[in-house]
């Protein structure tokens, strides 16, 4: 089955400043790579995804990239804010095969003043 | 309002007694999912849903049942609960849209029921 390594495990970084979150897959057969955010007592959101059709994609401070041929994908933020801090997982999807969701093992983001 | 509702939200019980979860979604979504999410180890999927009466294993099974027999419902038990489930489980909805694009199975989660079992 699939497996989805997350690195690293826990980032601290300074406001303004930029964090990147990797994860790596090993079934060729994931196609789509959805990143949630999960903040202290709450449920985990989906916040970006990226196909495996596509290299990179944005939204405002946040960015996704995809190498297919290394198995590689990353979020990436920008100009980092207190609100970031959180705990984020990647994941790796198969969507011939419904719902079939194998999640990395989450990241602790905290953004200091 | 859309959402996914599990009950109880906290529940601490005894090795061995009987438990269920409930988890009830009123999105119409085909798809329903549980999780268990441990320190460490992230989120790691026990049994998902196709639709009804269709079930199939996830990545940590051992020790769970499911059933769906309305689409809207697919609660977790655990018959003979023991300490390594103490956790916090997530029970999710999501759907295909297909042709239509948008987010192919986004998890839509409940709130959680952290569980103890001592």
């Known amino acids: 089955g699939e497996n989805v390594e997350q690195h690293p495990s826990t980032l601290s970084v300074q406001e303004g400043d930029s964090a990147v979150i990797k994860c790596t897959y090993s079934?060729?057969?994931?196609?789509?790579f959805p990143w949630y955010k999960q903040e202290l007592g709450k449920r985990p959101q989906l916040i970006i995804d990226?196909?495996?059709?596509?290299g990179e994609k944005k939204d405002q401070r946040i960015a996704v990239t995809l190498n297919k041929t290394a198995k590689h994908f990353s979020l990436h933020i920008t100009e980092t804010q207190p609100e970031d801090s959180a705990v984020y997982f990647c994941?790796?999807?198969?969507?011939?095969?419904?719902?079939?969701?194998?999640f990395g093992t989450g990241t602790r983001l905290q953004v200091t003043l | 309002e859309a959402q996914v509702t599990q009950n109880p939200r906290y529940l601490i019980t005894v090795t061995g007694k009987k438990l269920t979860v409930t988890c009830s979604q009123n999105?119409?979504?085909?798809?329903m999912s549980w999780y268990r999410q441990d320190p460490g180890l992230g989120l790691r999927q026990i049994y998902y849903?196709?639709?009804?009466?269709?079930?199939d294993k996830g990545d940590v099974p051992e020790g769970y049942k499911v059933s769906r027999k309305e689409k809207r419902n697919f609660p977790l038990i655990l018959e003979s609960p023991s300490p390594n489930q103490t956790s916090l489980y997530f029970c999710?909805?999501?759907?295909?849209?297909?042709?239509?694009?948008?987010?192919?199975?986004?998890?839509?989660f409940g709130p959680g029921t952290r569980l103890t079992v001592t």
């Open positions: 079934d060729s057969a994931s196609n789509y």
């Open positions: 849903s196709m639709n009804v009466e269709v079930t």
């Open positions: 994941a790796a999807v198969n969507t011939g095969t419904a719902s079939k969701l194998t």
């Open positions: 990226i196909r495996s059709n596509v």
């Open positions: 999710a909805s999501s759907y295909d849209p297909g042709l239509a694009g948008g987010r192919p199975h986004e998890q839509y």
């Open positions: 999105m119409n979504h085909e798809y």
